[in-house]
């Protein structure tokens, strides 16, 4: 796998991360999508999955690729983090 291949992997890896966070700022439009893609019972998968996805994608890149992205791992470990913390509660 080549360096471009890498950066790509943690670019997707860091939009998850965004696209986690940004659900935040509108919550019912984020249900609404993680139901349609899951339904009602399930969609807590569909978080912990997107950050776990995320966090994968960025530890390749940061592994194959460049040690900056250690920094994604961190965010994306981070994030990971807190919407197990939240959705465990």
């Known amino acids: 796998m080549g360096r471009q291949v890498s950066h790509l992997l943690g670019t ?5 991360t965004m696209l986690l966070w940004l659900s935040l700022l509108s ?3 984020a249900d609404r999508l993680a139901n349609s893609l899951a339904g ?3 969609e807590y998968k ?3 999955g997107a950050a776990l996805l995320a ?3 960025a530890f390749v890149a940061a592994v194959r690729g460049s040690k900056w992205w250690y920094v994604g ?3 994306a ?3 990971l983090a807190f919407f197990v913390y ?3 509660a």
């Open 73 to 75: 791992v961190a965010l």
């Open 86 to 88: 939240n959705l465990s």
């Open 27 to 29: 919550p019912i439009r």
């Open 40 to 42: 009602s019972q399930h």
């Open 12 to 16: 997707a890896g860091m939009l998850l």
């Open 55 to 57: 966090t994968v994608l």
């Open 77 to 79: 470990s981070g994030t």
């Open 46 to 48: 569909i978080v912990l």
